[in-house]
């Protein structure tokens, strides 16, 4: 149970590490930050940076955003405005505050743009095993019982071409399942292509890392079925052979 709960609240201490829910606004106003230079050898300086950085993006579509509201009704396409030149605009205002604020370079507050929050993501891809675990347990039951009756190849072939295909939906709803956690990251529902560090990139580069460890995993799972399954028959084998004797 600890092992199952462990991504569960390491989620809940990397979340908070996200956009500063307390700075964000709609009007491209930079808020609540303090004027010092930033040493890059120091570990807590460069996150600051990072979080200043991914918070000016949000800034920036918020207020784009709020603007294509203002002028259309409804929000979610600030990007579109002036072909996204006015977000634009608002990105260079709030990269000069923090040049200003810190002593860093536009190249540097591009890069911090693009790390990610390795403990969030991993904690991310970990909470997602349970819920897969879970769903290549039941595919193995049902494959089991469906098949102990048949020739045992029939029943390997049919878990290998399960397991398959379990995998690659694996990939797809694992990526909703982060699509979700970022939205909660970011305090927004808009998950703009505009982030430089919207996506878990590993996702991206590896999928054959992922498809692969998830047939194996289905494998595994496939066998705990196969042998949970065969010791319910051997206990009720056992439970039935005494009520045979006294018939006898």
């Known amino acids: 149970m600890g092992l199952l709960l462990a991504p569960w609240l390491l989620l809940l201490v990397a979340v908070p590490g996200g956009i500063d829910g307390s700075r964000v606004n709609a009007n491209c106003e930079w808020t609540g930050d303090s004027s010092f230079p930033i040493d890059q050898q120091n570990t807590a300086d460069q996150q600051h940076l990072v979080a200043d950085a991914q918070l000016a993006e949000e800034l920036a579509i918020r207020y784009a955003d709020a603007e294509h509201k203002r002028l259309f009704g409804y929000e979610g396409h600030g990007g579109l405005i002036e072909n996204g030149r006015l977000r634009d605009r608002c990105m260079a205002t709030l990269v000069d505050a923090i040049e200003n604020r810190h002593a860093v370079t536009g190249e540097q507050v591009r890069i911090a743009r693009g790390q990610r929050n390795r403990p969030f993501d991993l904690a991310v891809g970990l909470s997602f095993l349970p819920l897969y675990c879970f769903g290549a347990t ?111």
């Not at 190849?153 to 399960?162: E, I, P, R, S, Y």
């Not at 991206?204 to 042998?227: D, K, N, Q, S, T």
């Open 138 to 248: 039941m595919a193995g039951l049902v494959l089991r019982r469906r098949f102990s009756s048949d020739q045992p190849h029939v029943g390997l072939v049919v878990t290998g071409l399960t397991s398959v295909a379990a995998s690659f939906l694996g990939l797809q709803v694992g990526q909703l399942w982060s699509s979700l956690w970022e939205i909660r990251r970011v305090g927004n529902g808009h998950i703009s292509s505009f982030r430089a560090a919207t996506h878990n990139l590993w996702a991206h580069e590896h999928p054959g890392a992922l498809l692969v460890g998830g047939i194996v995993l289905f494998w595994v799972m496939a066998l705990l079925c196969y042998r949970l399954v065969s010791d319910d028959k051997h206990v009720s084998t056992e439970v039935r052979a005494p009520h045979g004797i006294l018939l006898h």
